[in-house]
């Protein structure tokens, strides 16, 4: 162990001097909790297609992209003629402008269900404005969600995120959110019946990122469907990851469950602030009928974000899903052969071309987001990340996401032989 984070400190040296001068500035020296790890997090300078390069001069393959906002690579063809775009028409009107309604009217044609949209900065925001409004909509209090399901910093839908998922860690007074157990079809009912005649919406990721990279199975999603239409509740996708990144617009159709509302972000933009939500018009009207306070702040809808996204959207219609989707299931079945034969317990997951791989104190029976996040073993998963960046790999849950831009075979043929180099450094 000492050894590899002797090699780290020695390859990163000059991230080490920079982060000792990021805590004399930010808590915790980061401005997002994800981007902190032992012994320091790596300092970029420049990221151009699917590289990082660090203040060390060293390049490093990157299977973050972005928090996984990035489809197209860094600094893509696409995401320059965007920005010019943008900077020509100046950055900020701060009015419905010209290119918000091409950016919506983009979208909506990759999601017609999208029948009415409000368009915002982030993922956070979305999520927060969709509940308000469902709640408005159904003059319901309570939100349902998954637990370990991550749905941005906003306080309503900051609790069960962390287990045993049971802290109302910012809920504020009047609003109930609880949580249910992902893909546990029976408990799951058995709360919702409890709150049945006082939940507004269900908010669930088709494919939990965070919580561990597990898509939701098509019964669950249907007795959850089922249990919407019979109570009038609003059934949420949140699609901040899931949406254009398997397919190009939701991945409903691939699952076979409609909701209500969904929300969007990241691949959409290629990298700009950009977050949406919407779905049934007679639900989004609700903001103009009750005059409902409902987003989007400052920034919203403003020309550069909204130049960018329409180039990437326009470029990601031509992209082959199907082949990136096969890429990702190649990395996943190499990690799950590699998994059998570990000296420690192993489990790894995702769909498409999103790959985790978890290390555990035990191991699992059955894969489940409460059993990955309770017996996460932390130490390890912070070594190995370690261990890949001295391997000149930068990963986030020991896996991550793969862009367009990865597609390559040496390119695949270099994450895999990163981790078996990993595997071997870390005796496992
Ligand atoms: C499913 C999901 N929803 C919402 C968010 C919040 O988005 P943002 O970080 O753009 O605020 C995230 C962020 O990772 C997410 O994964």
């Given at each position: 162990m000492d050894d590899i984070y002797k090699l780290y400190e020695q390859k990163f040296s000059k991230s080490k001097a920079l982060y000792e001068k990021a805590k004399s500035l930010f808590p915790n020296g980061i401005c997002h909790d994800i981007r902190s790890y032992p012994p320091f997090p790596v300092v970029t300078d420049r990221c151009e297609d699917i590289y990082m390069y660090d203040t060390n001069g060293n390049r490093l393959l990157d299977l973050w992209m972005g928090h996984f906002a990035l489809l197209l690579g860094h600094g893509s063809i696409t995401q320059n003629a965007g920005a010019e775009r943008g900077l020509e028409a100046g950055i900020h009107h701060g009015t419905l402008n010209t290119m918000q309604i091409e950016f919506a009217e983009t979208l909506k044609s990759a999601v017609p269900e999208l029948e009415l949209m409000r368009l915002c900065t982030s993922g956070t925001e979305a999520t927060m404005y969709v509940t308000r409004v469902a709640r408005a909509f159904t003059r319901r209090d309570v939100i349902v969600k998954v637990e370990g399901g991550w749905h941005g910093g906003n306080s309503v839908l900051s609790n069960g995120v962390v287990p045993p998922f049971v802290k109302r860690e910012n809920a504020p007074e009047g609003l109930k959110t609880v949580s249910v157990p992902y893909n546990n079809t029976e408990r799951t009912l058995d709360i919702l019946n409890e709150y049945k005649d006082d939940t507004a919406a269900i908010i669930l990721e088709p494919m939990l990122g965070a919580g561990g990279g597990i898509l939701a199975d098509e019964e669950y999603l249907k007795a959850i469907r089922q249990f919407c239409d019979e109570t009038g509740t609003l059934l949420i996708f949140d699609e901040v990851v899931t949406g254009f990144r398997f397919r190009y617009g939701s991945i409903w159709p691939l699952l076979g469950v409609q909701p209500d509302l969904?929300?969007?972000?990241?691949?959409?933009?290629?990298?700009?602030?950009?977050?949406?939500?919407?779905?049934?018009?007679?639900?989004?009207?609700?903001?103009?009928?009750?005059?409902?306070?409902?987003?989007?702040?400052?920034?919203?809808?403003?020309?550069?974000?909204?130049?960018?996204?329409?180039?990437?959207?326009?470029?990601?219609?031509?992209?082959?899903?199907?082949?990136?989707?096969?890429?990702?299931?190649?990395?996943?079945?190499?990690?799950?052969?590699?998994?059998?034969?570990?000296?420690?317990?192993?489990?790894?997951?995702?769909?498409?071309?999103?790959?985790?791989?978890?290390?555990?104190?035990?191991?699992?029976?059955?894969?489940?987001?409460?059993i990955l996040m309770s017996s996460s073993d932390k130490d390890m998963e912070n070594l190995f990340k370690a261990a890949m960046l001295v391997n000149n790999v930068f990963t986030v849950h020991s896996g991550g996401a793969l862009s367009f831009m990865h597609m390559k075979s040496s390119t695949i043929d270099t994450i895999k032989q990163a981790y078996i180099k990993t595997f071997e450094m870390l005796e496992i």
């Open positions: 969904f929300t969007f972000g990241k691949a959409t933009a290629g990298g700009m602030h950009v977050g949406i939500y919407g779905g049934r018009r007679d639900v989004m009207e609700t903001i103009s009928k009750q005059k409902l306070f409902a987003g989007g702040g400052t920034y919203s809808g403003n020309p550069l974000s909204m130049a960018v996204g329409i180039q990437t959207l326009n470029k990601l219609k031509t992209m082959d899903y199907n082949s990136l989707n096969i890429a990702g299931d190649g990395i996943r079945q190499f990690l799950e052969s590699k998994v059998q034969n570990l000296k420690v317990p192993a489990a790894a997951t995702g769909y498409g071309s999103y790959f985790c791989l978890h290390f555990l104190t035990d191991r699992p029976e059955t894969v489940t987001p409460a």
